[in-house]
């Protein structure tokens, strides 16, 4: 396995930290948010930024979501994917695409917090980014333009996931982005995974 995969990435985010972070549009209305519940899906390519026991955390983020548990979540490198996570019919797929390297499992709520620091369902997660948060996530969600723009979201530990969007589309991705891909070469456990993220310490 390579060093610890947060440690290059967090470059990536001081950088983009020091560009400033100021939350774009405003609180959504209740028009907007009646139509991002209405819809099926959505995706997005910006920044994630989350606050755990690690410390704080940033980096570039692309995310794909569809009703009632796909979830898609993208960490891009100069020359392809540095992480990928899948989940999808209730299983969670995690890929380190340098290091041919994979962990497979249960799509649970302690599984992404062993990962991340915050205990979302995956199922949670997709319903609260479409507008229905599940009693225990606290959402807020901005708008600029009519497009979702900025979404905040605590568990009941009050642990933070925030996602900004540069580009943001109110539509459910292709079906072909939440399948998972071929086998990587080396299959890791959840420990081993989350050791090499470092987002949970």
């Known amino acids: 396995m390579s ?9 990536a985010g001081f950088t983009l930290a020091g560009a400033g ?7 959504a209305t209740p028009d907007e948010m009646a139509r991002l519940t209405a819809t099926d899906g959505f995706s997005g390519a910006g920044q994630i930024a989350l606050a755990g026991p690690g410390g704080r955390f940033r980096t570039r983020v692309v995310i794909g979501v569809a009703r ?9 490198s100069g020359s392809g994917l540095r992480f990928l996570l899948v989940t999808n019919g209730g ?13 497979e499992g249960p799509a ?19 319903a609260a980014l479409l507008g229905d948060a599940p ?10 333009r009519g497009q979702p723009a900025r979404v905040s979201m605590k568990d009941g530990r009050g642990r933070e996931l925030t996602l900004s969007f540069d580009e943001s589309e109110l539509q459910a991705p292709n079906v072909r982005a939440f399948l998972f ?6 299959t890791t456990s959840l420990t081993e995974m989350a050791e090499t993220l470092g987002l949970k310490r």
């Open 108 to 126: 649970t709520s302690a599984v992404m917090d062993a990962l991340f620091g915050v205990a979302f369902d995956p199922r949670d997660l997709v």
């Open 68 to 76: 009632p548990d796909a979830l898609r979540i993208e960490i891009p």
């Open 181 to 186: 891909g071929p086998a990587r070469r080396h």
């Open 91 to 103: 299983k969670l797929r995690a890929d380190l695409p340098p290091d041919d390297a994979m962990y």
């Open 135 to 144: 009693p225990g996530i606290v959402t807020t969600w901005r708008f600029d």
């Open 21 to 27: 972070c100021a939350a774009r549009g405003r609180i």
């Open 3 to 11: 060093r610890t995969l947060a440690l290059s990435i967090l470059i």
